[in-house]
């Protein structure tokens, strides 16, 4: 598994390939996946529990059994429950969302994919993601599913990461680049 090991790193990049190795022997890397997919919707849609992820306040025992009730009511089980309440008992729910990044990372690897990170200023639509998706399929050789971001303060454009390269096209970074232009003309 030496392509599993460069393509993740740090303490949330173990605990993912430990994840990974862990569904892969189970046969259940889609299950997994899913169940992190559904748990990162949840957290991005509660302030509750991304304070509850993030904040070193609470105890790993009131980690432990908050993730575990929210767990539940979301109908998450198996490895994917077991991991998150690992992850919480280690008092690391904090890299949370990394880990759930270096997982599809290593699973997009496994499908021969690879993860574009793309941040807009508004929703794109499927056209525009199908072009999208297809332009840097040309430029990767490889087929290529994208995790969008909405940020309305980038004002317009785009923002891809594609591994370690990474594309600013946002409005936000080209009046900036003006600014600081006309700052020298002074």
Do not use: C, W
């Not at 303490?11 to 559904?38: C, I, P």
């Not at 997982?103 to 508004?122: I, M, P, S, W």
């Not at 995790?147 to 936000?172: C, E, F, H, N, Q």
């Amino acid at each position: 598994m030496r392509l599993v090991e460069t393509i993740v790193s740090g303490m949330a990049g173990r605990y993912a390939t430990a994840l990974f190795e862990l569904a892969e022997e189970a046969g259940s890397t889609d299950a997994v996946a899913a169940d992190l997919d559904r748990l990162k919707g949840l957290i991005a849609e509660s302030a509750d529990l991304e304070r509850l992820v993030k904040s070193p306040v609470f105890t790993a025992e009131e980690q432990v059994k908050a993730v575990g009730a929210v767990l539940a009511a979301a109908g998450i089980t198996g490895i994917a429950a077991n991991f998150v309440k690992l992850v919480a008992q280690n008092r690391r729910l904090f890299a949370l969302p990394s880990m759930f990044d270096a997982f599809a990372a290593l699973v997009a690897a496994k499908r021969g994919q690879t993860v574009a990170k793309v941040t807009v200023a508004e929703p794109l639509n499927d056209a525009h993601q199908a072009a999208l998706k297809e332009a840097l399929a040309q430029q990767t050789g490889k087929d290529v599913s994208l995790d969008v971001t909405v940020d309305p303060s980038i004002l317009g454009g785009l923002i891809v990461k594609l591994g370690s390269r990474m594309v600013d096209a946002s409005l936000k970074t080209k009046l900036n680049s003006i600014r600081h232009a006309m700052k020298e003309v002074r």
